[in-house]
């Protein structure tokens, strides 16, 4: 008698755990963080060398519009999590109403974050400003692109579950994976810049 044959039946037939998502995804996210670190590190190095302009300039953003966007991301993200729950039971015709939910909820922030923008130009809060302005708006800037993909996929794939999406969650999956990590990036974002004095 071997030691595969003393195991419990479901131990010897119990599938392989694998990662969420598309095989080879979890290296973009990798590559992905590894930017944002970069940038994230760099913005730290130039406030350590100009913390009285970087903590006047931060003053000027407005911190309760970065209060809302966070709200608005979580719940958003909190959707897309549901969605994904639904579809991994079967039930395509909700999980596509709760992924509408999450695209809603990233077109919101897009919709608040273009506000913060306009009204910042409008007070010369650009990049000829000073060099905070040059980190917030390229940090929150390729966020805010990387909003606007997320938006764009899980659009599709909704739609596609409207139309009864072909068997398996990989794709949704590896979409969901992907509006978490937008939503994590803000939730580093929104206090390096905003609040952390």
Not at 58 to 64: I, K, P, Q, S
Not at 125 to 143: R, S
């Amino acid at each position: 008698m071997t030691a595969v044959d003393t195991l419990p039946s479901p131990a010897r037939h119990k599938a392989p755990r694998r990662m969420p998502g598309i095989d080879g995804f979890w290296v973009f996210i990798g590559g992905d963080m590894a930017i944002f670190t970069l940038m994230f590190l760099a913005f730290a190095v130039a406030r350590r060398d100009d913390v009285a302009g970087f903590d006047a300039a931060r003053a000027t953003l407005d911190v309760d519009r970065g209060g809302i966007n966070t709200l608005v991301l979580l719940t958003s993200s909190v959707c897309v999590a549901y969605a994904l729950t639904r579809l991994r039971e079967g039930r395509t015709d909700v999980a596509a109403t709760w992924t509408a939910f999450g695209v809603l909820g990233g077109l919101a922030f897009v919709a608040l974050k273009g506000a913060e923008y306009v009204t910042g130009f409008q007070d010369d809060h650009t990049p000829a400003a000073g060099t905070f302005y040059v980190y917030y708006l390229t940090i929150t800037g390729i966020h805010l692109l990387h909003v606007i993909a997320g938006c764009i996929l899980l659009g599709i794939l909704g739609f596609r579950l409207r139309g009864s999406l072909p068997p398996g969650t990989a794709g949704f999956e590896t979409a969901a994976c992907y509006w978490h990590l937008v939503d994590f990036l803000w939730l580093l974002i929104f206090p390096l810049i905003y609040l952390i004095r």
